[in-house]
């Protein structure tokens, strides 16, 4: 084989694998650019408050996930302690790993169309039977038809109609555009919490006390306070001590910082300049 044409089997060869590449990126590209649909209305369930609330706390929820389950009281105890001052809002967005979710997670549509005031009862009914529905292997609609049997005993809508509204296409749609507006936030779990439109790292395990430690500064009568002067904010129980010309800073429940005389201790960050 002469060189010319060794040379030129490699330039095909490199031409095709850049071509290759640039397929890809161009691909990539495409995927990443996707527009999320635009919900019909702002999406997620009123729990408590309203809109003109000094705070917004939104949490995204899948009703088939234990952890949800689990952070469900507590924030009912945050709910009841800022009444008007919080515009609380619960986000469903069904994890595809709990087989029966995106039902469970279409119920509360369901539900809200006909009572939009029973998000919090449809809450409490399904978290309580959230074990029942843990078996993969019954039938989908055996699954639906038991899914309304909870909510006609929770005395929130007829079975007959849970099962019509799951059908519906427009409900279907609607749950849909929920997920995709969750992952629109960079939601990629549950639950995931936005205060002020802000992620915080909460746990399912904060109690009321962790939760006010993050909410209460954001409040009118204490957002002076909040500014503070430099590195001197503390939120809850002082965690460690800090070395001498540093004060301490705790950003959030178990996240406790050291910052210098030149830095800021902001609240769900810690210290920064």
């Known amino acids: 084989v002469s060189t010319q044409s060794t ?18 990126a161009v691909a990539s590209l495409c995927l990443c650019s996707a527009q999320a649909p635009i919900p019909n209305r702002p999406d997620g369930f009123q729990i408590s408050g309203a809109p003109g609330a000094p705070v917004v706390f939104e949490a995204f929820f899948d009703m088939m996930c234990p952890d949800s389950k689990a952070a469900w009281p507590t924030l ?14 619960i986000h469903t967005f069904p994890l ?4 029966w979710s995106f039902y469970a997670n279409q119920g509360l549509h369901v539900v809200a169309k006909r009572n939009s005031s029973a998000s919090s009862q449809y809450i409490d009914a399904m978290f309580a039977a959230q074990n029942s ?17 909870v909510f006609e005993a929770a005395q929130l809508i007829s ?17 849909r555009v929920s997920w995709k507006y969750g992952c629109s936030r960079a939601v990629v779990g549950t639950p ?7 992620s915080v ?3 399912p395990v904060w109690t009321l006390a962790d939760w006010q430690s993050v909410l209460d500064p954001l409040m009118p009568t204490n957002r002076l306070s909040k500014v503070g002067s430099k590195g001197s904010f503390v939120m809850g129980p002082i965690l460690k001590d800090c070395p001498t010309g540093t004060k301490v800073c705790q950003a959030l429940p178990g996240k406790t910082e050291c910052c210098s005389a030149t830095e800021f201790c902001i609240p769900n960050v810690g210290c920064s300049c």
């Open 133 to 149: 529905f843990t078996n993969d292997d019954v039938p989908s609609s055996q699954v639906v038809a038991n899914l309304g049997k």
């Open 159 to 175: 079975s007959t109609d849970f099962v019509s509204g799951i059908h519906d296409p427009t409900l279907n749609w609607e749950t």
């Open 201 to 203: 790292q909460g746990s």
């Open 96 to 99: 595809p790993y709990h087989t």
């Open 192 to 198: 995931s919490f936005l205060v002020n439109g802000v």
């Open 7 to 24: 040379w030129g089997f490699f330039f095909q060869l490199h031409t095709m694998r850049v071509l290759f590449v640039a397929v890809l």
């Open 76 to 89: 009912q105890q945050v709910a009841q302690h800022y009444g008007s001052n919080l515009y609380f809002l």
